[in-house]
C-alpha cells in the first residue's frame, strides 16, 4: 500500500467544480485525489468555507493553528499556520459524491463546523449563498524547499447562531468575535497592502505579499468569498 493511500480522499474537479471523469492510469477514479498531493501540486479540488455568526451581526474570527500535527504526522505540511479564517473551512471527500454529483452540501459544512468550532447547528440555520475558485501558494513556505499550493472550488456557507464556539486546540490557536463592519474594513486593507489577484478565470490566483510581523494574516479563500459575497457575508441576516 503506498503511504498516500491511507490519505483523506478528496474530489478533483475542474474550474467550474465539475468532478474529474474518468479512469487514470493506476485505474482508478480520476476523481479522486488524496490530500497530500492536491496541496503539493496545487490540483484543483471541492472545498467549503462557512462564516458563522451571531444575532449582534458579529462574525467569529478563528485563527488557524501555526502547525496541525495530525497532517505533519503524514507528511502534509500545515496549510496557511497561524491565518485567520472567517470562521472555518474544510473539504468535501470523494465519499460525499453519489454519481457526479454532492449528496448533501449541508451535512459536510455542518460537520465542519462542529470539528472546528464545537458548535452544533439545525440546517436550516445554514445557507450555502454561492461557489468561488482560487488558488494560492501558502506564504509560510516562501523561500523554503516546501511547496504548498491550494487550488479549489469552494461553497460558502452563512451560518447563524449564538452558541458560543469551543475551538478544536489541534486546528485551531484562539478565536474572537468580530463586528462585520470593522471585519469588512480590515479585509478590504489587507486586500490593498498585501494581495495581488488575477480575475481573468473562474480559478482567481491570489498572491499574499509579504507582511509586518504584527499583521493578522486572513486567509485567501475567506479574502475571495468576502469580495463575490459582501451583501451575504457582512449585511445582517434575522436568524432562522
Given at each position: 500500500?503506498?503511504?498516500?493511500?491511507?490519505?483523506?480522499?478528496?474530489?478533483?474537479?475542474?474550474?467550474?467544480?465539475?468532478?474529474?471523469q474518468g479512469i487514470d492510469a493506476?485505474?482508478?477514479?480520476?476523481?479522486?485525489?488524496?490530500?497530500?498531493?492536491?496541496?503539493?501540486?496545487?490540483?484543483?479540488?471541492?472545498?467549503?468555507?462557512?462564516?458563522?455568526?451571531?444575532?449582534?451581526?458579529?462574525?467569529?474570527?478563528?485563527?488557524?493553528?501555526?502547525?496541525?500535527?495530525d497532517l505533519e504526522s503524514q507528511?502534509?505540511?500545515?496549510?496557511?499556520?497561524?491565518?485567520?479564517?472567517?470562521?472555518?473551512?474544510?473539504?468535501?471527500?470523494?465519499?460525499?459524491?453519489?454519481?457526479?454529483?454532492?449528496?448533501?452540501?449541508?451535512?459536510?459544512?455542518?460537520?465542519?463546523?462542529?470539528?472546528?468550532?464545537?458548535?452544533?447547528?439545525?440546517?436550516?440555520?445554514?445557507?450555502?449563498?454561492?461557489?468561488?475558485?482560487?488558488?494560492?501558494?501558502?506564504?509560510?513556505?516562501?523561500?523554503?524547499?516546501?511547496?504548498?499550493?491550494?487550488?479549489?472550488?469552494?461553497?460558502?456557507?452563512?451560518?447563524?447562531?449564538?452558541?458560543?464556539?469551543?475551538?478544536?486546540?489541534?486546528?485551531?490557536?484562539?478565536?474572537?468575535?468580530?463586528?462585520?463592519?470593522?471585519?469588512?474594513?480590515?479585509?478590504?486593507?489587507?486586500?490593498?497592502?498585501?494581495?495581488?489577484?488575477?480575475?481573468?478565470?473562474?480559478?482567481?490566483?491570489?498572491?499574499?505579499?509579504?507582511?509586518?510581523?504584527?499583521?493578522?494574516?486572513?486567509?485567501?479563500?475567506?479574502?475571495?468569498?468576502?469580495?463575490?459575497?459582501?451583501?451575504?457575508?457582512?449585511?445582517?441576516w434575522p436568524p432562522p
Open positions: 500500500m503506498k503511504f498516500e493511500d491511507s490519505q483523506e480522499i478528496l474530489i478533483a474537479c475542474d474550474a467550474n467544480g465539475n468532478p474529474v493506476r485505474g482508478r477514479e480520476s476523481s479522486k485525489v488524496e490530500r497530500g498531493p492536491a496541496h503539493r501540486f496545487g490540483i484543483t479540488h471541492l472545498a467549503l468555507t462557512f462564516t458563522y455568526k451571531n444575532s449582534k451581526n458579529q462574525i467569529y474570527l478563528a485563527q488557524r493553528a501555526a502547525r496541525r500535527d507528511r502534509i505540511p500545515t496549510p496557511f499556520g497561524d491565518f485567520w479564517d472567517a470562521s472555518g473551512a474544510g473539504h468535501y471527500r470523494w465519499s460525499d459524491l453519489v454519481g457526479n454529483s454532492l449528496v448533501d452540501k449541508k451535512t459536510r459544512i455542518r460537520c465542519e463546523l462542529a470539528e472546528e468550532l464545537g458548535v452544533q447547528v439545525e440546517p436550516e440555520a445554514i445557507r450555502v449563498v454561492g461557489t468561488f475558485g482560487y488558488s494560492s501558494l501558502d506564504p509560510n513556505y516562501r523561500g523554503s524547499r516546501i511547496y504548498v499550493k491550494e487550488s479549489e472550488v469552494c461553497y460558502l456557507a452563512v451560518i447563524f447562531g449564538d452558541h458560543e464556539p469551543q475551538p478544536n486546540s489541534d486546528e485551531i490557536s484562539k478565536g474572537e468575535w468580530i463586528g462585520s463592519e470593522a471585519l469588512q474594513k480590515q479585509a478590504e486593507d489587507f486586500v490593498t497592502k498585501y494581495v495581488v489577484h488575477n480575475d481573468d478565470s473562474n480559478i482567481i490566483n491570489i498572491i499574499i505579499k509579504n507582511t509586518d510581523k504584527q499583521v493578522s494574516l486572513l486567509t485567501p479563500w475567506f479574502l475571495i468569498a468576502q469580495a463575490r459575497f459582501p451583501e451575504e457575508i457582512y449585511r445582517y
